[in-house]
């Protein structure tokens, strides 16, 4: 296929996928986009993937591979498609999920051209182990202007939009292959910070699976503690660069003061458990670098009470003089725990979203739940709680229902 006749170029890493490849590749193969390309990047996987791989090589000649010698991770995986697609548009797809319309790349092809977009964004729904579905759409306007309108947020999945390789290439934007987690968000910021006009549809096309079993993978550990800081520390200079932060200075800010807010109730007391005092040291010296390249006024504002800026004040003081010591006990004092005890996260979910979530929850049966609300608010319930939760949602007859759940 020549350049200038490929519409979209399809990225899909593999990776130890045998089981799920095949419902991958068939909802790829059933579009009705003729002009594709596929390119899989076998990230050096150990299975029978190549052999899947090889057969759908020999039944349509859009696909291609890329092999890779050793596995090196999702983001040189998707970097090696990056580089190897010509399609006007590039999308990802993981090898375990799958597309739920043939139709699609069509429309969204035809909205983001009709438009003159740089990306289009679409919804998902999570299917969990017994097939249910959970479905997330997008809730904002079809057409928004980045530098011109607010009412807009960065969606982190950057399997749910399609975007322009162009702005990829003349921004060089790629993923970080040394962060151990959150590279989805900071290339998805890249996208935002360099990308002009957004469009939307109010489709749920992605089919994301989860494995119930797997929330243990979302224990921390020296590593994602590090990385969080690693990801601060590049995602900083990047926002603050773009011509996006000098016009809508609010949005990007939100997004980091959500990624400190982490830092400030969540991994700074972690950091004393897990760490070793040497990486105490290391930890701790760039989360002051964090913070010094930070506007803590707007942080203090969004989600401190008065008595919890003062307790901060306190936190800075002592990270300034390295009292690691004294760090430590003000992060087991009963103020800090009282204050960050009023931290809250907020959700809010249109009627038949929270509908759908509490009727997929009342059929989980665990001793705790794993709730997923979207927007990366994730928070994990005792069985009996999370029902009644879920009884509430179902029960809801307002437009929109609004909950919170503290930290």
Same mark, same amino acid.
Not at 7 to 16: F, G, Q, T
Not at 269 to 291: G, N, V, Y
Not at 292 to 313: G, H, M
């Given at each position: 296929?020549?350049?200038?006749?490929?519409?979209?170029?399809?990225?899909?890493?593999?990776?130890?996928?045998?089981?799920?490849?095949?419902?991958?590749?068939?909802?790829?193969?059933?579009?009705?986009?003729?002009?594709?390309?596929?390119?899989?990047?076998?990230?050096?996987?150990?299975?029978?993937?190549?052999?899947?791989?090889?057969?759908?090589?020999?039944?349509?000649?859009?696909?291609?591979?890329?092999?890779?010698?050793?596995?090196?991770?999702?983001?040189?995986?998707?970097?090696?498609?990056?580089?190897?697609?010509?399609?006007?548009?590039?999308?990802?797809?993981?090898?375990?999920?799958?597309?739920?319309?043939?139709?699609?790349?069509?429309?969204?092809?035809?909205?983001?051209?009709?438009?003159?977009?740089?990306?289009?964004?679409?919804?998902?729904?999570?299917?969990?182990?017994?097939?249910?579905?959970?479905?997330?759409?997008?809730?904002?306007?079809?057409?928004?202007?980045?530098?011109?309108?607010?009412?807009?947020?960065?969606?982190?999945?950057?399997?749910?939009?399609?975007?322009?390789?162009?702005?990829?290439?003349?921004?060089?934007?790629?993923?970080?292959?040394?962060?151990?987690?959150?590279?989805?968000?900071?290339?998805?910021?890249?996208?935002?910070?360099?990308?002009?006009?957004?469009?939307?549809?109010?489709?749920?096309?992605?089919?994301?699976?989860?494995?119930?079993?797997?929330?243990?993978?979302?224990?921390?550990?020296?590593?994602?503690?590090?990385?969080?800081?690693?990801?601060?520390?590049?995602? @900083? +200079?990047?926002?603050? =660069?773009?011509? %996006?932060?000098?016009?809508?200075?609010?949005?990007?800010?939100?997004? /980091? $003061?959500? &990624?400190?807010?982490?830092?400030?109730?969540?991994?700074?007391?972690?950091?004393?458990?897990?760490?070793?005092?040497?990486?105490?040291?290391?930890?701790?010296?760039?989360?002051?670098?964090?913070?010094?390249?930070?506007?803590?006024?707007?942080?203090?504002?969004?989600?401190?009470?008065?008595?919890?800026?003062?307790?901060?004040?306190?936190?800075?003081?002592?990270?300034?003089?390295?009292?690691?010591?004294?760090?430590?006990?003000?992060?087991?004092?009963?103020?800090?725990?009282?204050?960050?005890?009023?931290?809250?996260?907020?959700?809010?979910?249109?009627?038949?979203?929270?509908?759908?979530?509490?009727?997929?929850?009342?059929?989980?049966?665990?001793?705790?739940?794993?709730?997923?609300?979207?927007?990366?608010?994730?928070?994990? @319930? +005792?069985?009996?709680? =999370?029902?009644? %939760?879920?009884?509430?949602?179902?029960?809801?007859?307002?437009?929109? /229902? $609004?909950? &919170?759940?503290?930290?």
């Amino acid at each position: 296929m020549l350049m200038h006749d490929c519409k979209i170029s399809v990225i899909i890493p593999v990776y130890n996928a045998e089981q799920l490849l095949r419902q991958c590749l068939d909802s790829v193969l059933q579009q009705s986009l003729p002009q594709i390309e596929i390119l899989l990047i076998n990230d050096a996987s150990s299975d029978d993937s190549q052999l899947i791989i090889d057969e759908y090589l020999m039944a349509d000649d859009r696909f291609k591979v890329i092999r890779l010698k050793q596995n090196s991770g999702v983001s040189t995986a998707r970097n090696a498609g990056i580089k190897k697609a010509i399609g006007e548009y590039v999308i990802f797809l993981d090898a375990d999920d799958y597309w739920g319309s043939p139709r699609m790349l069509q429309q969204l092809y035809d909205k983001v051209i009709a438009e003159q977009a740089d990306l289009i964004s679409f919804g998902f729904c999570r299917v969990d182990e017994a097939g249910h579905r959970n479905g997330f759409k997008v809730e904002m306007p079809s057409v928004v202007n980045l530098q011109q309108q607010d009412n807009w947020q960065i969606k982190y999945n950057v399997w749910a939009k399609l975007v322009s390789r162009k702005l990829l290439i003349d921004n060089d934007i790629r993923f970080e292959p040394s962060l151990v987690m959150g590279e989805d968000a900071l290339f998805s910021i890249a996208v935002y910070c360099n990308a002009s006009r957004l469009v939307t549809v109010d489709e749920v096309y992605y089919c994301y699976r989860v494995n119930q079993q797997g929330a243990n993978l979302s224990q921390w550990n020296s590593a994602k503690l590090f990385g969080t800081v690693h990801w601060f520390l590049l995602a @900083l +200079p990047l926002i603050r =660069a773009s011509a %996006l932060f000098k016009h809508r200075p609010e949005v990007l800010q939100s997004v /980091i $003061t959500e &990624r400190l807010r982490m830092l400030f109730i969540k991994l700074g007391p972690m950091a004393f458990e897990l760490l070793s005092e040497q990486e105490q040291q290391r930890f701790f010296t760039l989360w002051m670098k964090c913070l010094e390249q930070y506007d803590l006024a707007y942080f203090n504002t969004r989600f401190l009470s008065d008595p919890a800026i003062e307790l901060y004040r306190q936190m800075l003081e002592r990270l300034q003089k390295n009292e690691l010591i004294g760090l430590k006990h003000f992060f087991n004092s009963e103020p800090y725990r009282q204050s960050v005890a009023g931290i809250s996260q907020v959700v809010t979910l249109k009627q038949q979203q929270a509908f759908q979530l509490g009727q997929d929850l009342l059929q989980v049966n665990k001793p705790h739940i794993r709730c997923d609300f979207g927007g990366g608010i994730i928070v994990t @319930l +005792p069985m009996e709680k =999370a029902h009644q %939760l879920a009884r509430q949602m179902i029960a809801n007859q307002n437009a929109e /229902i $609004t909950l &919170r759940f503290n930290s």
